[in-house]
Structures are given as C-alpha cells and as structure tokens.
C-alpha cells in the first residue's frame, strides 16, 4: 500500500528515471519494466527525512512515497502486472546504479543532482517544488507534467 505523507512545501526533489538523456534508451527501460515484471527503484538508508529504512527495515521517506506513486502510475500506464521492489543504493553509487541499469529509477535532493542532470549523465523528468527551479528553469513542475 502506497504512503501518503505529504511532502514539505520547500522540498524541492527531482525524479530521476533511467534516460541517461537518450529517449530510445527511455523506451527500452520501459519495455525491460514490462518483460521482467519488476519495476527497481533505487533509495538510500541514510538520507532521513527523504529515504532511508523505517524501524521494520523497509524503504521509507518523502523521496521514496514520490518514486513509489511515479511508479506506480507507470505501471497503471503499462496495463501489465508489475512488482516494485527497492532496491538499496548508497549516496557514492547512485547514479552508476541508474547509468548501469541496477535501478530503472531514482529520486534524490536537487543539490546533489543538478551537477548530474546538467552534464547529461541522467535526466531529470520534474521536479516536487511548487514552481520551477531558478537552477533549471526548463525543468516542469510535477504539477506541469
């Protein structure tokens, strides 16, 4: 069952999904979704309030209730029978963990992936602020998406 907390008005995450900034490569992650049956998202455990473990030892955060609901209306989009499952990474292997495919999505804190967004290693879909980021202004709300 989904979470439902609600994000701090100032939180300000972005949803990172495999893209690596190539929309065949965005297509071909879809359909390794579909195949497998599994959706991987990938959190960190020492990153509280955003991701991290809850006292039962499962993935928990407002980082993870956004990469959970994303996923969850992608798989609604999919029409096909998928699992999610979480899969832990650390804060120094994220992004080789989406780049390498260990993760088919990541959501993190804007400071740490803008540098990552802005170099094309991933690419950023939205981001939760209410308005656009001065950072990357090109960059929908999720309420623009």
Same mark, same amino acid.
């Given at each position: 069952?989904?979470?439902?907390?609600?994000?701090?008005?100032?939180?300000?995450?972005?949803?990172?999904?495999?893209?690596?900034?190539?929309?065949?490569? *965005?297509? @071909?992650?879809?359909?390794?979704? %579909?195949?497998? +049956?599994?959706?991987?998202? $990938? /959190?960190? *455990?020492? @990153?509280?309030?955003?991701?991290? %473990?809850?006292? +039962?030892?499962?993935?928990? $955060? /407002?980082?993870?209730?956004?990469?959970?609901?994303?996923?969850?209306?992608?798989?609604?989009?999919?029409?096909?029978?998928?699992?999610?499952?979480?899969?832990?990474?650390?804060?120094?292997?994220?992004?080789?963990?989406?780049?390498?495919?260990?993760?088919?999505?990541?959501?993190?804190?804007?400071?740490?992936?803008?540098?990552?967004?802005?170099?094309?290693?991933?690419?950023?879909?939205?981001?939760?602020?209410?308005?656009?980021?001065?950072?990357?202004?090109?960059?929908?709300?999720?309420?623009?998406?």
């Amino acid at each position: 069952m989904p979470r439902t907390r609600n994000p701090a008005p100032f939180l300000a995450c972005l949803l990172l999904i495999l893209l690596a900034g190539a929309t065949p490569l *965005a297509a @071909a992650t879809l359909d390794q979704i %579909r195949t497998s +049956g599994m959706f991987r998202l $990938g /959190y960190r *455990a020492d @990153a509280k309030p955003y991701s991290y %473990r809850d006292a +039962g030892g499962q993935p928990a $955060g /407002y980082i993870v209730d956004i990469c959970h609901e994303v996923a969850q209306k992608l798989i609604f989009d999919m029409r096909a029978p998928i699992q999610i499952a979480h899969v832990l990474v650390t804060a120094s292997e994220r992004f080789e963990a989406v780049s390498s495919r260990k993760v088919d999505m990541l959501c993190d804190q804007t400071t740490n992936t803008i540098p990552q967004i802005k170099s094309g290693k991933v690419r950023a879909l939205a981001v939760t602020s209410p308005k656009r980021l001065d950072s990357l202004p090109d960059l929908p709300t999720m309420a623009e998406s």
